[in-house]
């Protein structure tokens, strides 16, 4: 049955419905408005970043979708938690009174989503949905190929601008322009304010994707979720190596290619191993 997670929350629509209308739009604006002056159609060089847009635009929106169509919940599952009931209390096993089921170490309740996540690492308003066990590896690869994408992007625009367009932003306007592109957009409606409003939107994407990608890549690396990294819990670190094969599966080197390359996952996401029963591992 089709779920819709953009629905949950209206921060979850904005932020969602943002970044479906950007994707499309500015993989427009690159390829065939700042591509052909930049490297006219035809030539090698043309169809090179042509070919690495349409790589881009692929893992960007197969990743995104697999984010979202991922189900990380712990909906349809039935766990049982350790029959000792110390033991449970020990590896943190708690009930969760709204699901009325066990949650596992590591598994939490999300109040949006309205039900309890497989290794919860937080809810993300891009995607409307939780990042969990199963669609973490997504997330971060969502994240890695949107920052190369605006990267990319805000390397040309900034040539496009300033260099092939650079006359027409000289004007004592300029400064106004750039600092508040959405809103000069009433007062001059032309071509080259579109512009320069993607070009100022995709610099900011830049800097606010490569923070987020930065960030989370820095926990991923720490075998911690977000919750575990801000209260400085580090039991689930075996090393760089399996941290990253705990999120991204066994052949993360090539998941960075295709959202749909197999990588199994080491974990359940249930049992979990912790650094003292796996110093000898």
């Given amino acids: 049955m089709p779920r819709f997670p953009f629905l949950r929350s209206w921060q ?34 043309n169809s090179l970043h042509f070919l690495a847009g349409l790589f881009l635009l692929y893992n960007i929106l197969g990743n995104w979708l697999a984010v979202m169509l991922t189900d990380t919940s712990i909906r349809g599952q039935i766990i ?34 309205n039900v309890c ?23 971060m690869l969502l994240l890695f190929h949107l920052f190369l994408a605006t990267a990319y992007s805000a390397i040309y625009n900034t040539y496009f601008i300033w260099f092939l367009h650079g006359p027409e932003f000289t004007t004592w306007f300029s400064f106004v322009q750039i600092v508040f592109p959405l809103a000069w957009l009433l007062v001059d409606t032309s071509t080259k304010q579109y512009y320069l409003v993607i070009y100022v939107i995709g610099l900011l994407g830049a800097l606010f994707v490569g923070v987020l990608l930065y960030y989370h890549t820095r926990i991923v690396l720490q075998g911690a979720i977000v919750a575990e990294h801000e209260k400085k819990v580090r039991k689930y670190d075996m090393g760089r190596e399996r941290n990253i094969e705990n999120v991204l599966g066994t052949r993360w080197r090539l998941v960075w290619l295709s ?11 249930v049992n979990w191993e912790v650094i003292q029963e796996g110093k000898d591992k």
Avoid: M
């Avoid at 739009?25 to 035809?42: A, C, K, N």
């Avoid at 000792?84 to 949006?112: F, G, I, M, Y």
């Avoid at 959202?259 to 996401?269: A, E, K, M, N, T």
């Fill in 12 to 45: 979850d629509f904005a932020a969602t419905t943002f970044l479906a209308a950007a994707i499309p739009i500015t993989f427009w604006f690159e390829i065939f408005i700042v591509l052909p002056e930049v490297f006219p159609w035809g030539t090698f060089l």
């Fill in 80 to 113: 049982q938690p350790p029959s000792d009931p110390n033991v449970a209390r020990e590896k943190n096993w708690k009930l969760c009174s709204v699901c009325e089921c066990w949650q596992p170490p590591r598994s939490w309740h999300c109040k949006t989503c």
């Fill in 117 to 139: 996540i497989i290794k919860r690492d937080h809810h993300c308003l891009l995607t409307s949905c939780c990042i969990g066990h199963r669609n973490h590896r997504y997330f």
């Fill in 259 to 269: 959202p749909s390359i197999q990588s199994p996952l080491r974990h359940d996401g």
